[in-house]
């Protein structure tokens, strides 16, 4: 696995290189230093927006050559967050988020799952951008640009190695909502798209507009009824080493829909993107299993089974990463017995 | 009565001739097709290309047409085949539609209405033309109005709909007649009134 | 006499007219501009009254295909056999209940489509009926006739790519959920879109013995 060193040669041209291959877009920053909102703003104006803000829009998502249709809608309500996230065309999932359950509709599964999660837990643990991540990409302004008659301002965000994904944002001036996002990988290859092609900020959205389409007669519930704690297991996981710039921000335990004990969760991140990692014991594995790799979209899975428990990396992040990863996490403290 | 007679009826007057049945075949499914090409090209302009070339294809290959299945149906086919084609020779890249053209072909604004974009007024006019759709709708009787709509909105035939309505098949007939003459009353103002406002066949 | 020959037009327009005077309309629509017209016409306001939204309702476009079969060749038909028709339509039996309800229905479909996108739900409402629009898989009839060798016999996959679809197990779902909180918004948004839509894929083996496997966790 390559090891990337900070500010080499090799590195500041890769992030070059990714940006030039953005395509060619109109107005340019005048000067550097010039632009009134620093790069960096505008990403943090466009985490607030997308947290804070009410908003109900459709939008495209591009993926492998495939496009589909998604419905979001967000609402802020005295401090709750309400999120339903569901799919136009085919799959018919659904994924709900009121206050502090979250609930996963799985019609091809004939599954729902519903987890319990405590408000406040949301930010925790949560990437944001700050001095570190200008160590591992390359923030940029490339400037002004006009999308669908709105005036947006477009952000890179390159990574500096191999380990990251990187993002070009086209960010609505007045609202700063990512009204385009391209997800890139170092080469500055588009692999996903997501484009808004209505969106609304309302002032008011009722309660009606967060019930799933779905219906659930004849699903298999599955709930995890305990709250996250903090790890109670008797085994501190750590991660050996990480790729640079990665550091553990959560570790906690939880009870996972339709899982019967407790699984160590540990979230690692760059400032920008993030990894998390499950750990669990694995049921009466005395022969190694092969490792396995999945992919949600453009996002990387990766489970193996070390010492008795299997540990699985997700993550916005390329396959090598969540692999590197996973292989390096280990129990810190000699096994207990367990309570 | 056997069923896709009316299409076939059209197809078979294509078959041996006459471009003009064509004409009412593209009249009656262009909208369906555009918003099934939609499923595949998000951009309304672009999808009405992939549309006509789709109609095109259907069109050269109407000798072969034997039957077998509903003339929609196979018009259908040959739609995605055209749209899955047109989306594969760019080369598996991202929709892009706006930096490198200059007319936006789509266009929102923060109300969240997707407008068609043209001139000016093709921006008004196919909202102009829904409205006034909408407003003549609202103001049938009701037995017309619920005519129709059970008709275009849930696609139930007329034996279906007489036997919700209870009333006479030919009554079903005439109140979905009377329904679309009131509608056409209004329309044909939007589209053949003063100035050629909307675009018309031929 | 007028309105007779009107009504056929509009009975043509739903397949509701006998075969015979079918023929016979056919040919007057097929040089009739007027008629052409309103026959254009019936066809948007099925179009808005199925709210499909996006869809130019003045699109030159019958009128540019027409434009481009004026020169092609006109068709000869190769065979003189003639067109099979298709069978009867199979009426499917309704019960009474079911059709009140939907003509009770109608008028709060009709309010529900026609509501402006702002301040209610209508994108949702019309989508909730999009299965009438029927995934691409279950508009394939079930007889599938090749006649004549013809290219235009599609095996219907779903989606535009042909990779299978693949489901992501229970478990991979869990901890895509699980993790989707601690992500940046964002990120967040790709990986629950790429989660909601068709893609995915497995974690291990099938799902059965995964399922085996978790369960006894």
């Keep these: 696995m390559p090891r990337a060193a900070r500010n080499s040669a090799p590195a500041l041209s890769l992030a070059l290189a990714w940006a030039l291959t953005a395509p060619a877009l109109a107005e340019p920053p005048s000067t550097a230093g010039s632009t009134e909102v620093a790069p960096a703003q505008w990403l943090e104006r466009m985490n607030r927006a997308l947290t804070t803000r009410n908003y109900d829009g459709v939008f495209s998502h591009w993926h492998g050559g495939r496009v589909e249709m998604l419905r979001i809608i967000h609402r802020v309500q005295d401090g709750t967050v309400s999120e339903r996230l569901a799919s136009l065309d085919g799959s018919g999932r659904e994924f709900v988020r009121t206050g502090a359950s979250l609930a996963c509709y799985l019609p091809d599964k004939r599954t729902v799952l519903v987890e319990q999660r405590p408000p406040e837990q949301s930010l925790v643990g949560f990437p944001t951008v700050n001095d570190q991540t200008a160590d591992f990409y390359e923030i940029r302004d490339m400037g002004r640009s006009r999308l669908n008659r709105r005036d947006t301002h477009v952000i890179t965000v390159a990574p500096r190695d191999e380990y990251r994904y990187g993002y070009r944002l086209w960010i609505d001036e007045s609202t700063a909502m990512p009204l385009k996002t391209e997800l890139c990988d170092t080469h500055g290859r588009v692999i996903e798209q997501i484009v808004f092609a209505s969106l609304t900020l309302p002032a ?64 690692f991140t760059d400032g920008f993107a993030s990894v998390s990692v499950f750990v669990e014991r694995a049921a009466g594995a005395t022969s190694p299993q092969p490792p396995q790799q999945a992919a949600v979209g453009s996002s990387s899975a990766f489970s193996t089974v070390i010492d008795g428990h299997k540990i699985t990396a997700v993550g916005e992040v390329p396959p090598a990463t969540v692999q590197f990863i996973a292989t390096q996490v280990k129990a810190q403290e000699p096994a207990a017995p367990h309570p | 009565m056997s069923a896709d007679a009316s299409d076939l009826s059209l197809v078979r007057r294509v078959q041996r001739g006459d471009k003009g049945a064509f004409d009412a075949l593209v009249l009656k499914y262009q909208h369906k097709l555009v918003k099934l090409v939609m ?58 539609y706006d930096l490198d053209r200059n007319s936006s072909d789509e266009s929102y604004d923060m109300q ?29 009787p009701e037995d017309l109005r619920t005519a129709i709509v059970l008709r275009e909105l849930e696609g139930l035939s007329y034996e279906e709909i007489a036997a919700a309505m209870d009333c006479p098949v030919g009554t079903v007939r005439s109140r979905i007649f009377r329904a679309r003459e009131a509608i056409d009353r209004r329309l044909r103002e939007v589209f053949e009134g003063g100035l050629g406002r909307a675009e018309e066949l031929g | 006499m ?84 298709a069978g009867m339509r199979w009426w499917q039996p309704l019960a009474a209940t079911g059709l009140a309800a939907s003509v009770a229905a109608v008028s709060v479909l009709w309010l529900r489509s026609q509501s402006p996108l702002a301040g209610s739900a209508p994108l949702s409402s ?50 895509v959920v699980a993790h989707s909180t601690f992500s940046s918004p964002v990120a967040r948004r790709n990986l629950l879109s790429a989660f909601m839509t068709s893609e995915g894929g497995t974690l291990g083996a099938e799902e059965a013995p995964q399922d085996a496997q978790s369960s006894a966790k």
């Design chain 1, 204 to 267: 008011r959205i009722s309660d009606a507009a967060f019930k799933p389409e779905v219906s659930t007669t004849g699903f298999q519930w599955l709930h995890n009824d305990a709250a996250p704690q903090p790890s109670s297991t008797t085994l501190a996981w750590t991660a050996m080493r990480l790729p640079p710039g990665f550091r553990m921000t959560v570790r906690s335990a939880q009870v996972l829909p339709g899982a019967s004990a407790p699984v160590d969760h540990l979230v």
């Design chain 2, 39 to 96: 499923r595949y090209v998000r951009n309304p302009a672009e999808a009405e290309d992939i549309a006509q070339e789709a109609f095109i294809k259907a069109y050269r290959a109407l000798p072969q047409f034997r039957g077998d299945s509903a003339f929609y149906t196979w018009l259908y086919r040959i739609a995605i085949n055209t749209a899955k084609n047109a989306v594969v020779s760019r080369d598996r890249s991202p929709i892009d």
């Design chain 2, 112 to 140: 969240g209405r997707m407008k068609d974009s043209e001139t000016p007024e093709g921006l008004v006019l196919t909202d102009e033309i829904r409205s006034t759709v909408n407003a003549a709708i609202d103001a049938l």
């Design chain 3, 2 to 85: 007028k309105e007779e020959l009107d009504s056929q037009l509009s009975a043509m327009f739903d397949d509701e007219l006998p075969s015979a005077e079918c023929e016979l309309l056919a040919r007057r629509l097929a040089r009739d501009e007027q008629l052409k017209a309103r026959w254009g016409r019936y066809a948007v306001m099925g179009a808005v009254i199925r709210a499909e939204r996006g869809v130019r309702l003045n699109a030159p476009l019958a009128g540019r295909v027409s434009a481009v079969l004026l020169a092609e060749p006109a068709l000869v038909s190769r065979s003189s056999a003639p067109l099979r028709v």
């Design chain 3, 126 to 175: 019309q989508l909730a009926s999009a299965p009438r629009a029927l995934p691409v898989a279950a508009v394939v009839p079930a007889a599938i006739n090749s006649g004549g060798g013809s290219s235009l016999n599609y095996v219907l996959s779903r989606g535009g790519s042909t990779a299978p679809l693949m489901v992501p197990s229970t478990e991979l779902a869990n901890y």
